[in-house]
């Protein structure tokens, strides 16, 4: 903060001012404290801010899911082992900006920590939502990617650009998805012609009908093991009900080979 200079030859006793050769008396003006209060100012404002994004953040709600349903079929697009105990799935919508935050946040630490590990099996199932009107061409573009192998690599170019390609940027999100696509090298002749004939619609359909059936209606939304989780939450979260999925799985492996 910038401190005001004071004359070379100001004297040093504890007085109120300084009495120079004219009779003239210089008050001391203390920039210390002035810097201290505007630093202060600061950090109350920082304070408020951030204690009201934590009071005007969704919180997860968790529900249990309808057993009775078949289970999710073998679809989407899939990260880690067949044998890994619990399988999670992820409904969510890659003009979401919660999807966005946990895709970039939270989810580089459950495929390193959980994926990796062989815990856990991801799966990503569509789930766009009317209220975005880019979502439908990232949707598309993602699957055409993934005819090329690069599903996973397009599911981070979007997240982590979402400010080029979603509604609040551009009316036309064909050209900045286009740009993610030639950036992971993918035949672009191949990805135009797919998004263009729109072909995996139908896919994207039958995953939100499944969504729907288990009365997904908020994005992200994650099936671990017989619950719903809506809303995006941070790993620790995450990782209790993969926790609680993981001991509800032994017991049940145990009894299959038993049998």
């Known amino acids: 903060m910038g401190r005001e200079r004071m004359d ?3 004297g040093r006793g504890g007085g109120q001012g300084v009495v120079k050769g004219g009779g003239h008396i210089e008050r001391k003006t203390s920039g210390g404290k002035r810097g201290f209060y505007i630093l202060l100012a600061v950090l109350l404002i920082i ?17 249990a899911v309808d057993t ?12 880690g082992s067949d044998t890994a105990p619990v399988e999670v799935v992820e409904f969510a919508d890659f003009e979401c900006p919660a999807c966005g935050s946990f895709a970039t946040l939270t989810e580089p630490d ?20 009317n209220m975005h009107r880019n979502t439908w061409s990232a949707h598309r573009a ?16 979007l997240f982590q650009n979402q400010d080029r390609w979603n ?35 139908p896919q994207i359909r039958a995953n939100i009908e499944q969504g729907a059936k288990r009365q997904v209606n908020a ?5 671990i093991g017989n619950k719903l989780v809506q809303n ?28």
């Not at 408020?48 to 969704?58: D, G, H, N, Q």
């Not at 994005?219 to 099936?223: A, V």
Request: with cysteine.
């Open 68 to 79: 009775t349903l078949p289970p999710i079929p073998n679809e989407g697009h899939v990260l």
């Open 232 to 259: 995006a939450i941070s790993y620790d979260e995450f990782k209790r009900h993969v926790d609680s999925a993981l001991a509800a799985a032994r017991p049940a492996a145990k009894a299959t080979k038993a049998k």
């Open 110 to 129: 459950v495929r390193s920590r959980l994926v990796d590990k062989g815990l856990i099996r991801y799966r990503f199932l569509d789930f766009p939502l």
């Open 167 to 201: 509604g609040e940027a551009t009316s036309r999100p064909d050209k900045p998805i286009a740009d993610l696509a030639r950036q992971l090298g993918l035949n672009m002749q191949q990805f135009n012609s797919c998004v263009a004939a729109r072909k995996y619609d």
């Open 142 to 157: 993602a699957w055409c990617a993934a005819e090329q192998n690069k599903f996973w690599e397009m599911h981070d170019a």
């Open 219 to 223: 994005t992200p939304s994650f099936l």
């Open 47 to 63: 304070g408020i801010t951030a204690l009201s994004y934590m009071a005007s953040r969704p919180k997860a709600t968790v529900v």
């Open 8 to 10: 070379s030859g100001r």
